[in-house]
Nanobody, 130 residues
Framework: QVQLVESGGGLVQPGGSLRLSCAASGLALDYVAIGWFRQAPGKEREGVSCISSRHGRTDYADSVKGRFTISRDNAKNTVYLQMNSLKPEDTAVYYC???????????????????????WGQGTQVTVSS
């Protein structure tokens, strides 16, 4: 069984940085695409970023492009999301999830497409405020 645990969330001032981690057990992350998603109160869940299982190709939502960076450490079986130049609108609970085997990352309508992601973590809270 797949288990994902997010960590690294917290309170940060606008313009600051935060690094989220997604530690996996039960599967090797290098065989599947991994996505980061977020959901704020009263808003729909948004696909933020995704890293492919092949060649480490990365995709980002338009809202975070140029500010966020997704990466993977296969030795540690962990995926990271480096978040820079944080804005108040980045405030949300952030989740990581694994895609079904063979499914690539997809960007639709300026957001990472979440259909096909099966296993999800419990989420970590990110708050950007003065």
């Amino acid at each position: 069984q797949v288990q994902l645990v997010e960590s690294g969330g917290g309170l940060v001032q606008p313009g600051g940085s935060l690094r989220l981690s997604c530690a996996a057990s039960g599967l090797a992350l290098d065989y599947v695409a991994i996505g980061w998603f977020r959901q704020a109160p009263g808003k729909e869940r948004e696909g933020v970023s995704c890293i492919s299982s092949r060649h480490g190709r990365t995709d980002y939502a338009d809202s975070v492009k140029g500010r966020f960076t997704i990466s993977r450490d296969n030795a540690k079986n962990t995926v990271y999301l480096q978040m820079n130049s944080l804005k108040p609108e980045d405030t949300a609970v952030y989740y990581c999830a694994t895609a079904a085997l063979g499914l690539p990352c997809m960007v639709v309508g300026g957001k990472v497409y979440e259909v096909g992601f099966g296993s999800w973590g419990q989420g970590t809270q990110v708050t950007v405020s003065s």
